[in-house]
């Protein structure tokens, strides 16, 4: 079955024990034999906790995290335990990233004159992932420069670029109260006590543009607020190309282009992402040419879904590229998430599941907490899926069967997660939320709480203009119609409620074989099938079989994954 996690899970245990997870396999046990080989007296109880939390994640089925239990089993007091925990976790992320078994990014000089290679050294840490280490780092420059009883204009420059750092760090956190402290830190610098060189002068005007951008797009996102961001991206984007700083030129079009994307208006982001291909090819900027170009590939994508393929392959290069060489952690992450949306239409397999939980590990690992626990929630919602109905073949129509244990266990799942994820701001993500529990019902059957699928249903639809344009629409339009077409048949004959619906069901096929549709159509299969056997009119069934075949021909592979999944599962 499925992990369960009650309310105290997605707190400093849960957090613990994703962020331990999220280093791969692999560099655990090395570093694990690392320290046994080194001292293992020394090391003695970080070698306990790990066998301890090795041991949890091996289980299929994971029990509370008892921390009294382990406190015992170690054999230390409670506050040396959570010391413990935090330098494991410090320990192990420096191995991951740096290969040093222990914290020389830590032990930086902290004389004035070392600011300067300081900042340098904690450039290359960010740029290799370790963003909350180069926090840590960062507030200690901060501190020692603002130490000082005589500011000069290179201080001030080098605080612009920690609060750049900052305003960025926290946006991503969520934390709006430690990102309007950072942001007005940044606005209260004595800009008009010094002198500053051209450069100079660009580099504030765009740190001040980014912070502005953020500030106006931080939780909940009106029209005007959107076009603020842009219109800051923009400009700082001219700035830094009329003073040669090419990477911030780049990084403004990156954030302008997805503004564009998310908000519809495909045709000037294409635009947008085609100068910053062109002008990374000229300047032979490698990182900046693969995301820019994966960029474009999934606009292209989203009008023509023939090349999935194609994509999908050239997405995995140049994500083992980002990997192999890091350069920058929101290129990397956007590689990731268009390759795993490419991978999802061109069929839900190993490699799907694979990048999914790479996708959550990421995010933990580069200390993205809420996108992280969300995306650890939809993982947790697939694997539900997953085993909630499981297809198979009967006489050589594929087909859709429900586990009514997994369908309860997974909607008290969900209620829990509508607690913990009511907070977020995030129209995707609530979307994402209201979607599963709309679903959840629909699985009922007949036995479906109308009333309680309605409910949602209006919550989605308060939201649906805002939805951003990586969300499937018509998979939402699909539940809908056969939520529809289902109550009906609690009070009609069958047939009378399928005439009544045809007209709606015959433009529903034609919307879903189109060359357009850039996702898997296996879920709208299995709603429209599951309906089809309800309703049980032969002209509906055929309809069904006939989409079938089409999604055969157009989406090989599909089916063929999601029957290999039961076929494991019952050996």
């Given at each position: 079955m499925i992990n369960q996690y009650n309310k105290s899970s997605i707190t400093v245990d849960f957090r613990f024990i994703q962020q331990y997870k999220a280093i791969p396999e692999n560099c655990r046990m090395e570093f694990y034999y690392l320290l046994k080989w080194k001292n293992p007296v020394k090391f003695e109880k970080r070698i306990k906790l790990i066998e301890i939390v090795e041991r949890y994640l091996s289980l299929k089925i994971k029990p509370k995290w008892q921390n009294e239990l382990v406190i015992k089993k170690i054999g230390t007091s409670r506050d040396s335990?959570?010391?413990?925990?935090?330098?494991?976790?410090?320990?192990?992320?420096?191995?991951?990233?740096?290969?040093?078994?222990?914290?020389?990014?830590?032990?930086?000089?902290?004389?004035?004159?070392?600011?300067?290679?300081?900042?340098?050294?904690?450039?290359?840490?960010?740029?290799?992932?370790?963003?909350?280490?180069?926090?840590?780092?960062?507030?200690?420059?901060?501190?020692?420069?603002?130490?000082?009883?005589?500011?000069?204009?290179?201080?001030?420059?080098?605080?612009?670029?920690?609060?750049?750092?900052?305003v960025v760090y926290y946006h991503r956190q969520r934390n709006k109260a430690a990102f309007n402290t950072i942001n007005k830190k940044l606005s209260l610098l004595p800009f008009n006590r010094f002198k500053?060189?051209?450069?100079?002068?660009?580099?504030?005007?765009?740190?001040?543009?980014?912070?502005?951008?953020?500030?106006?797009?931080?939780?909940?996102?009106?029209?005007?607020?959107?076009?603020?961001?842009?219109?800051?991206?923009?400009?700082?984007?001219?700035?830094?190309?009329?003073?040669?700083?090419?990477?911030?030129?780049?990084?403004?079009?990156?954030?302008a282009g997805n503004i564009l994307h998310e908000t519809g208006r495909v045709a000037k982001a294409y635009e947008i992402f085609t100068e910053a291909l062109r002008f990374s090819q000229l300047r032979k900027m490698k990182s900046e040419k693969n995301i820019f170009h994966t960029k474009l590939m999934l606009?292209?994508?989203?009008?023509?879904?023939?090349?999935?393929?194609?994509?999908?392959?050239?997405?995995?290069?140049?994500?083992?590229?980002?990997i192999n060489h890091p350069y920058d952690v929101d290129y990397t992450m956007h590689i990731l998430f268009h390759y795993l949306r490419f991978t999802s239409f061109c069929g839900y397999g190993e490699k799907f599941k694979f990048l999914s939980e790479e996708l959550v590990n990421r995010l933990f690992l580069y200390s993205r907490k809420a996108d992280a626990v969300f995306r650890w929630y939809a993982l947790e919602a697939d694997k539900y899926i997953e085993e909630m109905y499981y297809w198979h073949e009967e006489d050589t129509n594929i087909k859709v069967n429900v586990n009514k244990g997994v369908l309860d266990a997974f909607e008290n799942f969900n209620y829990g997660a509508l607690l913990q994820f009511g907070k977020f701001y995030s129209y995707d993500q609530l979307s994402f939320v209201y979607n599963?529990?709309?679903?959840?019902?629909?699985?009922?059957?007949?036995?479906?709480?109308?009333?309680?699928?309605?409910?949602?249903?209006?919550?989605?639809?308060?939201?649906?203009?805002?939805?951003?344009?990586?969300?499937?629409?018509?998979?939402?339009?699909?539940?809908?119609?056969?939520?529809?077409?289902?109550?009906?048949?609690?009070?009609?004959?069958?047939?009378?409620?399928?005439?009544?619906?045809?007209?709606?069901?015959?433009?529903?096929?034609?919307?879903?074989?189109?060359?357009?549709?850039?996702?898997?159509?296996?879920?709208?299969?299995?709603?429209?099938?599951?309906?089809?056997?309800?309703?049980?009119?032969?002209?509906?069934?055929?309809?069904?079989?006939?989409?079938?075949?089409?999604?055969?021909?157009?989406?090989?592979?599909?089916?063929?994954?999601?029957?290999?999944?039961?076929?494991?599962?019952?050996v």
């Open positions: 335990y959570y010391c413990l925990k935090s330098r494991l976790l410090k320990s192990i992320r420096e191995f991951y990233f740096t290969g040093k078994l222990e914290g020389a990014f830590n032990k930086a000089k902290r004389k004035s004159d070392d600011i300067g290679n300081a900042i340098k050294s904690i450039r290359s840490k960010a740029s290799l992932g370790m963003v909350r280490e180069a926090k840590t780092a960062l507030y200690r420059c901060e501190k020692q420069i603002r130490q000082k009883t005589d500011l000069t204009s290179k201080d001030v420059i080098i605080l612009t670029e920690i609060y750049e750092f900052l500053f060189d051209k450069t100079e002068k660009a580099l504030i005007s765009i740190r001040k543009n980014i912070a502005n951008a953020f500030s106006e797009i931080f939780l909940v996102r009106s029209g005007k607020s959107t076009e603020t961001a842009l219109n800051n991206y923009l400009k700082a984007s001219k700035i830094a190309k009329q003073n040669g700083l090419d990477k911030y030129y780049l990084k403004m079009l990156f954030y606009l292209d994508f989203l009008k023509d879904n023939s090349k999935a393929n194609e994509y999908m392959a050239q997405s995995g290069k140049y994500y083992d590229d980002a599963t529990q709309i679903e959840l019902e629909f699985w009922k059957g007949r036995k479906c709480n109308f009333e309680n699928a309605h409910y949602y249903i209006n919550k989605m639809k308060r939201i649906e203009k805002k939805i951003s344009s990586y969300s499937n629409t018509e998979m939402v339009n699909t539940l809908k119609l056969c939520l529809k077409i289902m109550e009906e048949s609690m009070y009609k004959k069958d047939e009378d409620v399928f005439v009544k619906f045809l007209p709606e069901i015959k433009a529903l096929f034609n919307k879903l074989q189109s060359r357009e549709k850039n996702y898997n159509l296996s879920t709208e299969y299995s709603f429209l099938s599951f309906t089809a056997e309800i309703l049980n009119v032969n002209e509906f069934l055929l309809m069904v079989k006939s989409f079938e075949k089409w999604i055969r021909i157009n989406q090989p592979g599909n089916f063929e994954a999601l029957l290999e999944i039961n076929r494991r599962r019952v």
